[in-house]
């Protein structure tokens, strides 16, 4: 067994973790501020290649591992948990369904131009009435002629707003309940798709987040991801692949966490001392130490397992229910070791405890997250 990185991995990470303490970091207070959502730096960040990072070059993207794209997207998450949200969307929710279910026309047509950067795609599954149950997709998508028309909503979607391709779940045969769903392809010029104004969210607020309308949607009968009535299980795998994303933000924002934690337990004084010195403090330090450790460790298996073509299911859902929650934890504990100044807004521990809570709700709740590892135990 070797723990060892390689060094495209080590190169992978270095570039990024430069790029997000110029880039990103400096640009985190002002994103939670105005909620707007950093379209220069992703562009910018298109242009560096992090958009298509786990794509094949064939494809337009860097043709790196997953586990390289996850050091990845623990760095973005690490100098801002916005860029964090949005980036991880980007890839494991934007490019991932192209490559894993397009045909050799559709990834030419879309995944290369998002694993490229120059454009972002979006993933909407949710919908107002079918959240953790996906099965309850209400949406509909009939055939007419060469054309599907679309009608429904969708909920709770990131980067729609800046999205110039979004795929949608549709029921196109109702009799078959989960299998009769279908992904479907939607230019988001196309007449009848509106998306809401962003919602007003608790944390990640500099993250594009919004509801679709899908209002008699025509598009081609080619616009099918992949094959009519495989949607359900194909944005299932989608969600597998996500939830080692949601993971390493997680290790990001814990990361980032306990680092403010740290430095400020060793700055601050009371009773004469750094409060560093007290052991409560110490043993709070050292669990977050040590619980981020294992969450990386957690995700980087996950990852590893996919990149072998393994199973990883069980791993990745392991990985980001554990991250999640020390995560959660973590930036609680960060606050707390901060004092009255923790929960003031001059400190970044604060926005770190308000954006940490979306960890454990996206790409599957962590009650969703022990149902699956339940279900691989054979539960
Ligand atoms: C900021 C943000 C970004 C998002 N981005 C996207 C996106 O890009 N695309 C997309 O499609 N979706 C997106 N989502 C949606 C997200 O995946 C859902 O919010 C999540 O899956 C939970 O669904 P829900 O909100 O409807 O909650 P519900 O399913 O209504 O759950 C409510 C509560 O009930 C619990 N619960 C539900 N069922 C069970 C059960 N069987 N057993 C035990 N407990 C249960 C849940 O764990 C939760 O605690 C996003 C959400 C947010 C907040």
Same mark, same amino acid.
């Given at each position: 067994m070797n723990f060892d990185l390689t060094q495209d991995q080590i190169m992978i990470r270095n570039t990024v973790r430069d790029f997000a303490e110029a880039e990103i970091k400096p640009k985190a207070e002002h994103v939670d501020k105005t909620g707007e959502f950093p379209y220069d730096t992703f562009m910018k960040m298109g242009e560096l290649g992090f958009l298509g990072l786990p794509i094949s070059e064939e494809y337009?993207?860097?043709?790196?591992?997953t586990i390289a794209y996850a050091l990845a997207v623990e760095e973005v998450g690490r100098a801002c948990g916005s860029h964090g949200l949005s980036y991880a969307a980007a890839v494991s929710l934007g490019c991932n369904p192209f490559a894993a279910f397009g045909t050799e026309e559709q990834k030419q047509k879309w995944l290369v131009p998002l694993a490229e950067g120059k454009i972002l795609g979006a993933f909407g599954l949710t919908e107002p009435n079918a959240g953790s149950d996906a099965s309850g997709t209400q949406t509909t998508a009939v055939l007419e002629g060469d054309e599907w028309v679309v009608n429904g909503s969708k909920c709770f979607i990131t980067n729609v707003s800046f999205a110039k391709v979004c795929v949608v779940t549709a029921l196109t045969?109702?009799?078959?309940? /989960? +299998?009769?769903i279908t992904a479907i392809i939607v230019p988001t010029d196309t007449p009848g798709f509106s998306t809401s104004t962003p919602y007003e969210k608790?944390?990640?607020?500099g993250s594009n987040t919004a509801e679709i309308i899908l209002d008699n949607v025509r598009v081609p009968k080619e616009n099918v991801l992949g094959t009519v009535n495989d949607g359900f299980i194909q944005f299932m795998k989608t969600l597998d692949g996500g939830r080692i994303s949601i993971g390493a933000l997680s290790v990001g924002i814990a990361q980032a966490a306990y680092e403010a934690a740290l430095q400020y337990a060793k700055e601050r004084k009371q009773f004469g001392q750094s409060? /560093? +010195?007290f052991q409560a403090i110490q043993f709070k330090l050292a669990d977050m130490a040590m619980h981020i450790e294992l969450a990386r460790n957690a995700v980087h298996k996950a990852a590893w397992l996919k990149d072998q073509g393994r199973p990883f299911g069980k791993e990745a859902a392991m990985a980001k229910l554990f991250a999640s929650e020390i995560c959660m934890k973590a930036c609680d504990q960060a606050v707390q070791i901060h004092g009255g100044y923790g929960y003031m807004k001059e400190y970044p521990v604060e926005r770190m405890f308000r954006d940490a809570k979306l960890m454990e709700i996206g790409e599957g709740t962590s009650e969703i997250q022990r149902i699956v590892i339940a279900r691989h135990i054979g539960c």
């Open positions: 337009g993207g860097a043709g790196a591992d045969d109702r009799s078959r309940g /989960s +299998k009769g608790l944390g990640l607020k409060i /560093s +010195k």
